[in-house]
Nanobody, 127 residues
Framework: QVLLVVSGGGLVQAGGSLRLSCAAS????????MGWFRQPPGKEREFVAA????????YYADSVKGRFTISRDNAKNTVYLQMNSLKPEDTAVYYC????????????????????WGKGTLVTVSS
């Protein structure tokens, strides 16, 4: 019912920047939350950032605060993740996600809150 199309992954040097985008289609997410998770090699999927669609309130994992910024474009139904000052430990498969009728905080609280997942995109940060 909701399709999340992700783009923007790739290879970047440490200290560089990269922007991911996630375009949503189908069911309206105007009263919902969207965000990003990532799964480093050999590790569990973890929360990165989330935004409540209507209020624009955001929530970030401690590991990315001050470096990553999540934003949205209402007209394009698109969420972005601007990643600055990238570190090798940011290397992971990144996933766009949506929590229907949720908030930025509800998405951050538990991975089970996610209702829809986009396909993963690999971000590799070289030393």
């Amino acid at each position: 019912q909701v399709l999340l199309v992700v783009s923007g992954g790739g290879l970047v040097q440490a200290g560089g920047s990269l922007r991911l985008s996630c375009a949503a289609s189908g069911r309206s997410l105007s009263n919902s939350a969207m965000g990003w998770f990532r799964q480093p090699p050999g590790k569990e999927r973890e929360f990165v950032a989330a935004i409540s669609w209507r209020s624009s309130k955001t929530y970030y994992a401690d590991s990315v605060k001050g470096r990553f910024t999540i934003s949205r474009d209402n007209a394009k139904n698109t969420v972005y993740l601007q990643m600055n000052s990238l570190k090798p430990e940011d290397t992971a498969v990144y996933y766009c996600a949506a929590d229907y009728l949720g908030t930025d905080r509800s998405m951050a609280s538990r991975i089970a809150a996610v209702d829809y997942w986009g396909k993963g995109t690999l971000v590799t940060v070289s030393s």
